[in-house]
Every structure is written in structure tokens, then in C-alpha cells.
């Protein structure tokens, strides 16, 4: 019994499975103190979360797992002042 779940890993595929928000290096070199928050729209996109209390804060969360390696998670943090302008980024 033991050796039909070995088997079961090795013979039947898995996907790999990807979520959040994908964003490269170009893509974060692209964004600069000062920006607004629509300039960030266009380069990266929607968010994945926001601050649920002042909507200050974005996070851009990527995370992946292939098959049976360790799970790769990366994210950027992105916060604004209440002008809506770019004033930390956190990788």
C-alpha cells in the first residue's frame, strides 16, 4: 500500500499553481517616489490586497509551487500618502 502512493506521485502529473500578481524586475524598476496611484495601475496592474482601512497600502504578492520543489513566494509593498502619491516601496 505504502508503494501504490510513491507510484501514484511519480505516474499521475500536477499542475503547477501559480497566484497573485506576477511582476518582474522591469516592471518594478519602472515604479519611483512620486508616482500616483494610477501611474502603478499601468505599470503593475490591480493588486492583490489593499489596506482594508485606509486603502494606503497595496500588496502585490506572487506565489508559486511546482510539483515537489519548496513553495517561491515574492511580494511588493507599495504605500501611498493621502494624496494618493507613492512614498515607500518595499520589496
Known amino acids: 500500500m505504502t508503494t501504490s502512493c510513491s507510484i501514484y506521485k511519480t505516474v499521475i502529473p ?9 511582476f518582474n524586475k522591469t516592471e518594478v524598476n519602472k515604479l519611483y517616489i512620486g508616482m500616483t496611484k494610477q501611474k502603478v495601475l499601468s505599470v503593475l496592474g490591480t493588486p492583490m490586497l489593499t489596506d482594508q482601512f485606509g486603502y494606503n497600502t497595496w500588496y502585490y504578492i506572487l506565489r508559486q509551487e511546482h510539483r515537489y520543489e519548496s ?4 511580494k511588493l509593498i507599495l504605500t501611498f ?11
Do not use: A
Request: charge should be positive; glycine fraction near 4%; hydrophobic fraction near 30%.
Open 71 to 74: 513553495i517561491y513566494q515574492k
Open 81 to 91: 500618502n493621502k494624496n494618493d502619491i507613492l512614498i515607500k516601496i518595499t520589496i
Open 14 to 22: 500536477h499542475n503547477y499553481l501559480n497566484q497573485g500578481n506576477y
